[in-house]
């Protein structure tokens, strides 16, 4: 069953009188359980897909269905609604509120869900166990390592329990090593059954991947190992 | 995200962005405290004042002769203006100065010569012995009424309760003993002096005591506060009269005329004080939107990560609309405390009184309050409009 359905999707960003076509007449089917890899240099536009895929831009024409929902028909408020049911984010720079420890940081997403404060600190200390952490609870980020913060990231991105995980360059800030760990956990995530979309420019990490979709100039130029071709 | 959690989180932020929110209190605090004090510095001085002058007594007239020439009056001219309808007593006042001594001590003190009726007139009575006689004045003898600020610099160790074992001693004025016959009650300090310094003793005494005759002030008292401007026109025809209708040689000054030169002084020194409190206030106001708009772009980036996670618009709002009322609150309630505190020690630990308005508190609570609400806010509801993507990358 397809999660994500893309069909001609057109981006276009004015940068002072120019013009840049991001995205031109992009197709692209996920289906649920896969682990795709979209690639490509930087300028390519995979990360305004990516962007895209995430609610977290909207697309300038074409069609956008995710778990069958037509993502064009929602505002802004529809969209925060959908990223926090549907999406788990794992960014590159990590994206942690740098006040708040390794704890609320993960527990963020269910307070706006409106989960009580119990149920939260429960699932919460559950997902950094995950991605073990157990002892790194009440740090905040700026007391742990590169990738001790991507591993909040990544336990905040599970904790609503989402059908996708979306990470754009979770290596990109981390050495190989740490970079190999997060990896790993991804992997155990897509074999707990979830759909894991990863943005990358480096060919060791997408050679992981099951499927591996190539970009440039806005195009997909190259589909492999998928289920849909 | 319900209420309470809203709470907790606006808390939170509060709390981990220590530095933030205590410039923005400082910022409330110094434009509140700053309007509380200074507006009450000045509308103290305007009651203060006011009483100074009210207790002089609100139905004198002072006479001035100001011509360097102009004759005194004789004593059948004082009886004239005696006699009028509207006018209840007058009587002459010869001033000069003298050092009084007593043992090592000495203190330089005005001297006014005048009749029984000046304690009337001026409302000045002796809070201990007796105040002047006709008898006194009928036979020059050398009595005096002193007042407490002559006492308490002769006498530096004397409590003021041993001031009755002074009458009847002497004190020496210029080197000429006088006999203390009583000592005039406290009427305070105002703005035209010391009203303790003095020594009064009998006209005829001073006359020889200053060697002078002539007479510049009078004090009139009307028979009511409603006779003045009729005993002040009767006052001016007669001396318009005896000085051949030059009327550069005398000046006639009510009691309500000063009230309302030193009013509209004082009235001057408010609004100069209210000009600086509003200044502060504004300094303050400007300090608040420095903070808030500096921090913006690390705002805009925790809007953003909080968005892609799944706050909608209101929840973003929500929590910054409680940060914000929150810390103006907190800086408002203690601007008002350390105003009204301040405001209290000025008046214990100087002379000045302060009037705390009410008012004007609520006033600048809430212009400060205002001004921390919309700045505090006004970023963040930029922000929460922003796509995630665009709140995230903002730099």
């Known amino acids: ?229 | 995200m319900k209420f309470e959690q809203a709470v907790k989180m606006a808390v939170k932020s509060i709390r981990s962005n220590k530095m933030r929110s205590f410039l923005t209190i400082l910022g409330i605090v110094i434009g509140i405290s700053s309007v509380i004090i200074l507006i009450g510095i000045g509308s103290g001085s305007k009651e203060t004042i006011t009483s100074a002058i009210e207790g002089m007594g609100t139905n004198l007239l002072t006479v001035s002769l100001t011509g360097s020439d102009a004759a005194s009056l004789t004593d059948s001219e004082l009886k004239t203006i005696r006699s009028y309808a509207s006018v209840s007593d007058a009587v002459p006042d010869l001033t000069g100065t003298a050092t009084a001594k007593a043992g090592s001590e000495s203190y330089t003190t005005a001297v006014e010569g005048t009749l029984p009726g000046y304690e009337n007139v001026r409302s000045v009575h002796a809070a201990l012995g007796r105040f002047l006689t006709q008898n006194d004045d009928d036979n020059r003898y050398r009595v005096a009424d002193v007042g407490v600020e002559v006492l308490q610099n002769l006498y530096p160790d004397m409590d003021s309760s041993e001031y009755e074992t002074l009458i009847g001693k002497n004190i020496s004025l210029n080197g000429t003993d006088f006999e203390i016959a009583g000592i005039l009650e406290s009427k305070g300090t105002s703005s035209a002096g010391s009203s303790d310094n003095r020594v009064l003793i009998p006209l005829s005494t001073a006359e020889r005591f200053l060697k002078n005759k002539e007479v510049k002030t009078y004090y009139v008292a009307a028979k009511t506060s409603d006779d003045i401007s009729l005993a002040s026109a009767e006052l001016n025809r007669f001396f318009l009269q005896k000085y051949d209708s030059d009327s550069s040689q005398f000046r006639i000054l009510s009691q309500t005329e000063l009230l309302e030169t030193s009013s509209s002084t004082v009235g001057t020194l408010t609004m100069m004080l209210a000009g600086i409190a509003a200044i502060s206030l504004l300094v303050g106001g400007i300090g608040i939107m420095n903070i808030m708009l500096v921090s913006v772009v690390e705002r805009t980036r925790e809007i953003g990560i909080r968005k892609a996670v799944g706050a909608r618009r209101k929840d973003i709002l929500l929590q910054f609309v409680i940060e914000a009322i929150f810390i103006s609150c907190v800086g408002g309630l203690a601007g008002i405390g350390i105003g009204v505190l301040a405001g209290v020690l000025i008046q214990v630990f100087s002379s000045m009184k302060v009037a705390l308005s009410v008012p004007v508190m609520m006033a600048a609570f809430g212009f400060s309050a205002a001004v921390g609400i919309i700045f505090g806010l006004y970023p963040a509801a930029k922000a929460s409009k922003l796509k995630p993507i665009d709140a995230l990358s903002f730099e």
């Open chain 1, 1 to 229: 069953m397809p999660l994500i359905e893309i069909s001609h999707l057109y981006k276009t960003y004015t940068v002072g009188e120019n013009k840049v076509q991001a995205l031109n007449d992009v197709s692209l089917t996920i289906d649920e359980h896969e682990f795709v890899a979209i690639v490509g240099p930087s300028g390519s536009g995979k990360t305004t897909l990516m962007n895209i895929i995430g609610c977290l831009d909207t697309a300038t024409s074409g069609s956008y269905r995710l778990n069958g929902m037509e993502i064009g028909d929602y505002d802004d408020n529809g969209l925060s609604g959908i990223r926090n049911r549907t999406i788990g984010f794992v960014f590159q720079k990590f994206n942690l509120l740098g006040k708040l420890n390794a704890l609320e940081n993960v527990e963020l997403p269910l307070v706006y869900r409106g989960v009580g404060g119990k149920e939260r600190l429960e699932r919460a200390r559950r997902a950094l166990e995950m991605v073990g952490l157990q002892n790194r609870m009440d740090h905040v980020p700026f007391e742990l390592s590169g990738g001790q913060q991507q591993r909040v990231a990544i336990a905040r991105a599970i904790i609503t329990d989402p059908p996708l995980i979306l990470a754009d360059e979770p290596t990109g800030n981390l050495d190989s090593r740490t970079g190999a760990e997060v990896l790993k956990i991804l992997h155990r995530l897509n074999e707990a059954g979830r759909t894991v979309v990863l943005i990358t420019h480096d060919p060791n990490v997408a050679a992981q991947a099951k499927r591996v979709v190539r970009i440039g100039d806005g195009r997909i130029l190259s589909d492999r190992g998928g289920g849909t071709e």
